[in-house]
């Protein structure tokens, strides 16, 4: 009976339930900076989304060689890919520790 060991789950004691929270040092996953490139990142998808509309013809039965040039075919999709990228170096970037 020497050995109390702790029980992850089992009740807890009254006593320790009236404990308060020092808000101060609660550690936030996000910092400014990442916020940043998450705004970054959205820009960046949204950009390449306008820049593929477009390229149609008024008419269905006239061809308009619009549809595939450069901007709708290779810069869109570069930047939607290079904005998902970014957005994920936002999430998986740690804060720096400071001391």
């Not at 959205?42 to 008419?59: N, P, Q, T």
């Not at 990228?85 to 970037?93: G, K, L």
């Amino acid at each position: 009976m020497a050995d109390k060991k702790k029980i992850p789950g089992a009740a807890k004691d009254s006593s320790k339930s009236n404990k308060t929270v020092d808000l101060q040092n609660i550690e936030m996953p996000f910092v400014k900076q990442n916020y940043v490139l998450m705004v970054v990142g959205v820009v960046l998808i949204f950009l390449g989304y306008i820049l593929m509309i477009g390229g149609g013809s008024k008419d269905p039965n006239v061809f308009s060689p619009a549809l595939f040039d450069f901007q709708r075919l290779t810069l869109s999709p570069l930047l939607i890919l290079a904005g998902f990228v970014v957005e994920i170096v936002a999430i998986m970037r740690k804060p720096k520790v400071q001391e």
